[in-house]
Nanobody
Framework: QVQLVESGGGLVQAGGSLRLSCAAS????????MGWFRQAPGKEREFVTS????????YYADSVKGRFTISVADAKNTVYLQMNSLKPEDTAIYYC??????????????????WGQGTQVTVSS
């Protein structure tokens, strides 16, 4: 069955870094755009970043541009989210997601077919 399993979350001080991982299985990884979303308490789940599989094109929300980097390791069927210069407002549950199609960059939740269970990131001030 399809699985997206996130790891790497935790507690970090403001200005610190974390790297999230998402291991995918049960579908053809190379045919899906991969993305990360996050949801803070009391807020809607919001788009963070995505990467196409055809060309490696990336797209970032303005709030994380220049601080976060998405990447993919094809040999491991894994997508990463490197988060630097973390801020308290980055505190949220982070979700990995997969959208069918290798050449587009959906920013809406509706574009994504598969979701992970989420990993908590807490940034203290």
């Amino acid at each position: 069955q399809v699985q997206l399993v996130e790891s790497g979350g935790g507690l970090v001080q403001a200005g610190g870094s974390l790297r999230l991982s998402c291991a995918a299985s049960g579908f053809t990884f190379s045919l899906y755009t991969m993305g990360w979303f996050r949801q803070a308490p009391g807020k809607e789940r919001e788009f963070v970043t995505s990467i196409t599989r055809s060309s490696g094109t990336t797209y970032y929300a303005d709030s994380v541009k220049g601080r976060f980097t998405i990447s993919v390791a094809d040999a491991k069927n894994t997508v990463y989210l490197q988060m630097n210069s973390l801020k308290p407002e980055d505190t949220a549950i982070y979700y990995c997601a997969a959208a069918p199609g290798a050449s587009w960059l959906p920013t809406s939740r509706d574009g994504y077919r598969y979701w992970g269970q989420g990993t908590q990131v807490t940034v203290s001030s």
